[in-house]
Structure formats: structure tokens, C-alpha cells
């Protein structure tokens, strides 16, 4: 399976002048003069062949995979009895009965978009093909073709290469990205939106329980729903730490020397495992040289936050540092909003060099430089080994479903 529970929040900020009133509308209470009124989406989007705007009413829409062609923008939001563009409710400022939903009830894509699709929460979609990297399994909520897809909310959506069973729906797995852990196995379930400035908001009903003590925020779900495994983080060390200095070469670490191999790398535990039986051997025999005695992987083996989590983390590989990177501004939301770990003005992930467990060779690591905006690029870490980098703490857990 490629992505599995994919949880994305996407908003782009374009702006386009819309006609003040449309060619066709779905499911209004009142009609509009000259306005044809339909019961569903497929409906309205039958049969156009110039340029036309189709308003769709709040509700639920379970249809089969919606075309939007190129000349047709479809824009959701508008209570039933809307009569101006002004009237309709971008999903991040809405509640739940204030949304245009598509689903596609873990069946099907739930749109293809030629054209414009606007102001709509996208969820259950599913699609797959057992040819890995086809463009027939990509997109299970949405395929952008040359469209437009803004101001919505995308999340719960699989792209798979096998077909949807109940055994492989996200519904199977135990945490989803963006679940709050607790020490106890607890998994709490944020919401999060997206406010009128495109930035994620998360809130939690009621707050953290009382007696419930957080670990860390999930990250990353296993796409093999058999195996239950879902990545935890840690909060965000404030301090930067060599990752080791002289430059070894760590036995029982492959070395990748390409990208494409380290972003496969799942493996943090079992490289921390082994910096941590190598590198004490290493100064023993070598009569303790430059070094720095809370070097990365020993930072992060210790880590002890909350208090008795201690032995449970692990320096990130370079595979689990990408799919931090990817939710980033999902986990960022959760530690302001819901944990208070950060503030708006003093965020957890700032610019900076975030170092990973996975090896290129003897002197470099791979690693996440975030300089530029938002988190920067993918790339090696610039010279050797002993550069100083943030560290993420990391642990995996694997529970059954309840």
C-alpha cells in the first residue's frame, strides 16, 4: 500500500472572481430566478458545455466518483436557501452541519478535477492498482488533472495497490496521524480545521482526560493494516547535539547512498540500537577522543519525557523524519492547541537542521535541513557527521483494534 490513512488538510489561497449568482445549484430550498435546481452533483454536472457554476447545498454526498470537466467550477458551502456567493461557509471557519462532505465511502476516488472544485470536505476515498507508482492508484481522494482543488479539506482518503476490504480501510487501523498517545495506550482524536488564513487549528473536546498523561503525537500509521504499528513524536528538543564526533563508520548500519533508499528507511529503532552498542566500545578502545557525551542517539535513547517513558525512544530514521516533515504543520497545530507544548510566536519546529539515525557513509548522515520556508529541502547533512542538529525523539507502538 503507498499511503494509508493519509490525513492532509489543504488550502490554497487563489483568488477568483466568481459570478454573483450560478448556472445551475444542488439541493437549495429556494429556487433562483433562472437558476436550474438539481438533487445531486452528477446531476448538475450532466450535459454542460460552456462555462458553468453549479453552488452546492451543505449535506452529505456519497455519489460515485464525481468528473469535474474543465468548464465547470463547483463550489460547496451555501445553506439550502443561499442567494449570494457571500453566503457560503469555507469548511475551515464551519462545523459539521454547516459542510459540503464528499464521500466516497472507501469504494471509490471520490472527484477527478479538470475544472474548479471549491470549498468542499473530501473523505473515504479509495483507489488502487497493483502496479506500484501508477497513476490509477494515485489520488484516493482527489486527482488534480490539470484543475483546480481549493479551500478544502482532504483527509481519510487511501491510495492503495490493493483493493479496499474491511481489512485494509483506515477504519482497521488503531491511530490515525494527528492522535494524541497517552502513556496508558490511550489514543485521543483531536479535530482539526483549517482557519480563514489557510493555517490548521486543532482542538481537542473537554481537553486531555484527567490521569491521562501524554507521550507524544502519532505522525505516521504502518499502510499495512495487519501490523497495527504506528509512529509516535516526541515533543521537539530545544537544543542541538552532535550527532557524533569523530566521524565513524557505524557497524550494522547500511550505508544509502541515495535519496530514494533513504526515504525507505523505517529502521530508526534498530539503527539507535546499534550507534548505542557501537559508539561506548568504540571510546573504550579509543581512550574517549573528541566527542560529546550527549550525542544524538544517546539523547534520544535516554529521553525520559513524560517521566518512565525512558528505553522507549529512538533517534528517527531518515524514512520517519520524511513523514514528520510531511505533517508537519498537523503536529505543530496539536502541540500549540492541544498539548500547549508551543505558542504561536515560539513554534515547535523552527528553522534548523533536524538530524536522522540513517547513514550515507563513514563521515555523512541523511538529514532534513528546514532553513528555508516552510522546513526548506531534503537533502545531506553539509560535511560530516559531528554537525549539530535538532533531534525528534521517536517511538513505535503497536496495539490491536478494539
Same mark, same amino acid.
Given at each position: ?205 473537554? !481537553? ?168 526548506? !529541502? ?25
Amino acid at each position: 500500500m503507498k499511503f494509508s490513512y493519509i490525513y492532509i488538510l489543504l488550502c490554497f489561497s487563489v483568488v477568483l472572481l466568481y459570478s454573483q449568482t450560478p448556472n445551475r445549484t444542488v439541493n437549495f430550498s429556494s429556487s433562483m430566478t433562472g437558476v436550474d435546481n438539481f438533487n445531486s452533483i452528477s446531476e448538475a454536472l450532466s450535459g454542460i458545455s460552456s462555462q458553468t457554476t453549479i453552488w452546492v447545498a451543505v449535506g452529505n454526498y456519497e455519489e460515485d466518483e464525481l468528473i469535474i470537466p474543465s468548464n465547470a467550477t463547483v463550489i460547496g458551502g451555501f445553506p439550502a436557501d443561499a442567494t449570494s456567493i457571500n453566503h457560503r461557509i469555507y469548511p475551515g471557519n464551519s462545523d459539521i452541519n454547516q459542510q459540503s462532505v464528499l464521500s466516497g465511502s472507501y469504494e471509490h476516488r471520490v472527484a477527478t478535477v479538470y475544472g474548479t472544485l471549491d470549498g468542499f470536505v473530501i473523505t473515504k476515498g479509495y483507489v488502487f492498482d497493483s502496479i506500484a507508482n501508477s497513476i490509477a492508484g494515485a489520488g484516493g481522494g482527489v486527482l488534480i488533472d490539470g484543475g483546480t482543488v481549493m479551500n478544502c479539506v482532504i483527509h481519510n482518503n487511501v491510495a492503495s495497490e490493493i483493493a479496499p476490504s474491511p481489512s485494509v480501510i483506515p477504519g482497521a487501523f488503531v491511530a490515525s496521524i494527528g492522535d494524541v498517545y497517552c502513556t496508558d495506550g490511550t489514543i485521543l482524536k483531536p479535530e482539526y480545521t483549517l482557519n480563514n488564513q489557510g493555517q490548521i487549528i486543532a482542538s481537542l473536546d473537554g !481537553g486531555i482526560p484527567s490521569g491521562k498523561i501524554v507521550q507524544g503525537i502519532v505522525f505516521y500509521v504502518d499502510p499495512s493494516p495487519t501490523n497495527n504499528k504506528f509512529y509516535v513524536m516526541a515533543k521537539v528538543s530545544n537544543s542541538n547535539k552532535l550527532w557524533f564526533n569523530p566521524s565513524i563508520d557505524i557497524l550494522n548500519i547500511p550505508n544509502l547512498s541515495t535519496e530514494a533508499e533513504a526515504l525507505l528507511d523505517f529502521e530508526g529503532r534498530a539503527n539507535t540500537d546499534s550507534i548505542m552498542a557501537y559508539v561506548p566500545r568504540w571510546l573504550a578502545q579509543n581512550g574517549n577522543p573528541w566527542h560529546n557525551s550527549d550525542y544524538a542517539a544517546k539523547y534520544a535513547y535516554n529521553y525520559n519525557t513524560p517521566a518512565g517513558t525512558q528505553g522507549e525512544w529512538h533517534l528517527p530514521s531518515s524514512g520517519e523524519l520524511y513523514k514528520m516533515w510531511e505533517v508537519f504543520p498537523q503536529m505543530e497545530a496539536c502541540a500549540r492547541d492541544v498539548l500547549g507544548w508551543t505558542t504561536q510566536s515560539s513554534p515547535m519546529f523552527s528553522k534548523g537542521f533536524y538530524v536522522s539515525s540513517t547513514e550515507r557513509d563513514a563521515s555523512q548522515i541523511w538529514a532534513l535541513d528546514t532553513y528555508s520556508y516552510p522546513w526548506g !529541502g531534503w537533502g545531506l547533512a553539509e560535511g560530516s557527521k559531528s554537525q549539530s542538529g535538532i533531534i525528534v525523539p521517536v517511538t513505535v507502538k503497536s496495539l490491536s483494534q478494539n
